[in-house]
Each structure stands twice: as C-alpha cells, then as structure tokens.
C-alpha cells in the first residue's frame, strides 16, 4: 500500500509540474508577444521620425538651392550689366572714332 501512495505522490507532483511548466510557458509566451508589440511601437515612431527628418531635409534642401539660386542669378544679372555698360563704352568710342574719320 505504501507504494501505491508513493505512485499517488509522484503522480501529483508531476501533473504539479506539468501544470507550472504550462503556466510558465503561456508567461513566456504573454512576455513574447509583448515583446513584438513593444518592438513593432517602436519600429513605427523609429519610421515616423525618419520620415519627419526626410521632409526637414528636402525642406532645408530646397531652400538652399532657392538661395543659391537667387545668388547666380543675382550674380550673372551684375555680371551681365557690367559687359553691357562696357560694351557700350566701347561702342561709343567706336563710334566717335568713325565719326571722326567719315567727318571732318
């Protein structure tokens, strides 16, 4: 009969275990899918931001190419004025000379 019981005793102590081993897997298991949901939280707020600093740059970007662009154009407008002023300088001298030789 002692032996009987023993078989009792053992049979409950591993249904005991068997029954924590379950209740520590669906732990890990709860733990796991917390994980992944913390991860895919944070994947989403690591792309939002990635997409806010995409939209600074393209802004920054095309705002410096808008300035250096007014710059050239502000450059090639002097730029073009001063050959035009010479030119026309110089064509009035041209004129004045041949004026002077045509004329008397």
Not at 49 to 63: D, G, N
Not at 71 to 93: L, P, R, W
Request: proline share 1%.
């Amino acid at each position: 009969m002692a032996g009987s019981g023993l078989i009792r005793s053992l049979a409950e102590r591993e249904r005991a275990l068997a029954m924590q081993l379950e209740e520590a897997k669906q732990a890990a298991a709860a733990k796991v899918q917390e994980a992944e949901l913390k991860a895919a939280q944070i994947l989403a707020e690591a792309e939002r931001a990635i997409q806010e600093l995409e939209a600074q740059f393209k802004a920054r970007t095309a705002e410096a190419v808008a300035q250096i662009e007014s710059e050239a154009k502000a450059k090639a407008e002097a730029e073009a004025k001063a050959v035009s002023e010479a030119a026309a300088a110089k064509v009035a001298e041209a004129v004045r000379v041949v004026l002077a030789e045509v004329l008397p």
